[in-house]
């Protein structure tokens, strides 16, 4: 079960073009392509005559002519022609989504269009500042639920036994942790004093020795999610200081696309405070990123797995706390939404 009434990530933004495509957002199929002008449309993919694909016909102009008895739709999902008399039945139409462009990435609204507000799209400060540089990859097809991958970026402590290469660094194993929530969502963050620079980050920061950094862990409703890691010199962190000129900031925007129950494709992206114009450091972030998400990978599929098939209950630790809290709130807006849903059907009736 999803919460419909929000904004996903459908696409990369370079990924639609004029040619018919096929996207899964919450288990539902969705046609999406470019129109002349250049504007994102997104169908249901199933024509209502037998429902064939949509994803499988041609485009004409700015219409979609199904590929088995030619009923044609326009970009608002109304069927303008159909053959037969010329006579086009009233419920030939199909379903369209809202959607919208916005950093780099194709938004779509799933439930109901009246609702769809652009403003409630994920905000991302300095996306388009010339000050922040910028790596990213491909998007990721995940062989779990989205909500293993929500739970892994709420929590941090994972980084020291799956990231050792990488991320890792021992203050991750004891240093406490602090579970706040937010209006849309819940954040895990810790500050760690003194301690060396994980593997990842020496190639990047800019001082030498030991330093304060900052796991700032937070997922937003429904699967969208900020990954914060400041690094400071030793002495100069902290939840009450202010960042001296050498901090390296990086920001790892992460959105989870659910595409059935125990599938997620997972978009990335990382903004620096630091050389914005050398492509020679986003290529290594970016490779280095993508090795991490793939031990990622390789864990939660193994997870879910092992979860279908488990034979006694799996347990919760106290370093869950902010996971669990997510998902009971998560699950109250599924719930409330279901039940305004039901009423207004009801009252329809």
């Known amino acids: ?51 064939l694909p949509l994803s499988k016909g041609r485009i004409k102009g700015d219409t979609v002519e ?16 159909s053959p037969g008399e010329g006579r ?10 809202p959607v919208h462009e916005r950093y780099g990435l194709a938004w779509i609204w799933m439930g109901n269009p009246a ?21 990213r990859g491909a998007a990721m ?40 929530k937010t209006d849309d969502g819940i954040i895990v963050h810790r500050w760690m004093m003194d301690c060396e620079p994980a593997p990842f980050y020496k190639k990047v920061i800019g ?15 429904p699967s969208h999610a900020l990954i914060r890691a400041i690094f400071t010199p030793a002495g100069t962190g902290g939840p009450d200081s202010e960042l001296p ?15 059935s129950e125990k599938e997620t494709r997972y978009y990335w992206f990382q903004l620096r405070n630091i050389r914005p114009d050398d492509e020679a450091l986003s290529k290594m972030m970016s490779e280095d990123v993508q090795h991490a998400f793939e ?26 706390g902010g996971q669990l809290r997510f998902r009971r709130q998560l699950q109250a807006m599924i719930n409330e939404e279901k039940e305004v849903n039901l009423q207004m059907n009801s009252a329809g009736d």
């Open 115 to 135: 609702l769809a507000d652009t403003n409630d799209i994920f905000d991302i400060p300095n996306y388009d500042s010339p000050d922040w540089g910028i790596n």
């Open 1 to 51: 079960m999803f919460l419909k009434n929000a904004w996903y990530v459908a696409a990369w933004e370079s990924e639609i073009t004029r040619d018919l495509k096929q996207f899964v957002v919450l288990g539902e199929k969705i046609c999406i392509f470019r129109t002349e002008g250049g504007e994102i449309v997104a169908l249901e993919d199933a024509c209502p005559h037998r429902k």
């Open 141 to 180: 097809e995940l062989e779990c639920n989205y909500l293993l991958m929500c739970d892994n970026l709420l929590d941090p402590t994972h980084v020291a036994w799956v990231h050792q290469s990488s991320f890792a660094q021992d203050a991750t194993k004891d240093t406490p942790l602090r579970v706040s």
């Open 295 to 320: 031990e990622d990978r390789a864990i939660l599929n193994a997870v879910q797995i092992g979860l279908d098939e488990k034979t006694s209950q799996h347990i919760d630790l106290p370093i869950d």
């Open 207 to 221: 001082f030498k020795g030991n330093c304060d950094r900052l796991q700032h862990y937070e997922v937003r409703y």
């Open 245 to 259: 000129d050498d901090a390296f900031i990086m920001d790892s925007y992460n959105f989870m696309t659910p595409t």
């Open 66 to 81: 199904c590929g088995y008895h030619g009923l044609t739709f326009d970009c608002a999902g109304k069927c303008i022609w």
């Open 88 to 97: 086009i039945p009233s419920n030939a139409n199909v379903r369209s989504y």
